[in-house]
């Protein structure tokens, strides 16, 4: 195998797979990256065994193969080399790279040793654009629990009905959802648990306005354009009725500037409890104070002017989780809606069409 190839488009080939290589592996080719030629370049191939991605980018191609090449050295050769062509040859076991008047051997595996990516069936599945499924993924999945007592739960809940679409993350404490219409329907219903790492790939390596062919199979999904690949396992197992937890009578209503509210939270949580981050927002005509108490620290209040409906509330929130949540709502307004200090309350855009919900589960407030 020999090709030449453009420091840029060599570092782009490896930065794409670098987040599925595993920092520990019991399975020596895993810390290892696949690089075989194709039709007008090469192919770049990485896999944790869980997440697998591969991506073509352009190379002159001298004499074809495959090998297998040290994922972080030749990673961070590629950032030291200076702007020149890189050749990038395999010689029995072991590959050199040379660039400029740099040259580097490094040991190498058999090709045939690394792992064959999982077959997905995408004549049967279905197409996506990439901004849709990017814009759905990021304004969910920062919801996920990063406890593995429930493994449903560190995975995002991608629902398929029809023509819509819907993206469900939660860790008990908050729950986002978001629906979004198809422009074609997806083939049947289909309700899938994915890891958040699988689809912030997917964010990072496809363009807002690529086409994905998307597809399942048993335990795997597939997500790939003509020259991107990425795959991951399914998380298996019951996702909870989520529906059930979502409130359908809360009879108080707070619209706010998002900007002033998040600000006003961002300065009172200074002093906040490190544990906690509890803070008291208290709900009035025309306006709503925010305040916090911590006994080993001090205390703090701030004020801001809002359309409020209903008899007065004060109710306890962990005020990262708010912030979080008012992050990715994308109106110059929210709406939020509650029912009492023990209720959850919920956070949406209070104008457009948009189908997106945040529920954020309340704290006791300390008499």
């Not at 993350?169 to 997806?186: F, Q, S, Y």
């Not at 409020?308 to 509330?313: A, E």
Request: with cysteine; aromatic share 6%.
């Amino acid at each position: 195998m020999k090709v030449t190839i453009t420091r840029e488009n060599f570092q782009k080939g490896l930065s794409a797979v670098a987040a599925t290589i595993p920092t520990r592996t019991t399975l020596p080719v895993l810390s290892n990256i696949l690089v075989e030629t194709v039709e007008g370049g090469v192919r770049v191939r990485g896999t944790d065994l869980d997440i697998s991605v591969s991506v073509e980018t352009p190379a002159e191609v001298e004499s074809q193969g495959a090998i297998t090449v040290p994922a972080k050295k030749v990673a961070d050769i590629a950032r030291e080399l200076p702007d020149a062509p890189v050749e990038f040859r395999s010689e029995g076991g072991r590959v050199s790279l040379v660039c400029g008047k740099a040259k580097f051997k490094l040991h190498s595996l058999p090709s045939d040793e690394y792992p064959s990516f999982p077959e997905v069936p995408f004549s049967e599945g279905w197409r996506l654009k990439g901004g849709e499924l990017q814009k759905m993924s990021a304004r969910t999945s920062f919801a996920v629990s990063s406890e593995e007592t429930r493994p449903v739960l560190n995975g995002v809940l991608w629902q398929l009905r029809d023509a819509e679409m819907r993206m469900v993350a939660t860790n008990g404490h908050r729950l986002a959802k978001m629906a979004v219409k198809l422009e074609t329907a997806a083939a049947g219903d289909e309700d899938l648990i994915v890891p958040p790492k699988a689809l912030q790939q997917v964010e990072k390596l496809f363009a807002s306005d690529a086409e994905l062919e998307i597809a399942r199979s048993e335990s795997h999904l597939g997500f790939r354009t003509e020259k991107v690949e990425v795959y991951t396992r399914l998380i298996e197992g019951p996702y909870p009725n989520y529906e059930q937890v979502l409130p359908k009578d809360n009879d108080k209503e707070c619209k706010a500037d998002r900007e002033q509210l998040a600000a006003a939270l961002r300065r009172v949580a200074i002093v906040a409890s490190d544990q906690t981050h509890r803070v008291r927002l208290a709900f009035a005509p025309e306006r709503l104070s925010l305040g916090v108490q911590t006994p080993d620290l001090g205390e703090a209040e701030d004020e801001l002017p809002v359309e409020y409906v209903g008899s007065p509330l004060e109710i306890g929130f962990n005020a990262n989780y708010l912030l979080e949540v008012l992050r990715y709502i994308g109106t110059e307004e929210v709406k939020i809606t509650l029912a009492a200090p023990e209720r959850p309350a919920t956070f949406e855009p209070a104008a457009g069409d948009e189908d997106y919900v945040c529920l954020v589960m309340p704290l006791r407030l300390m008499e």
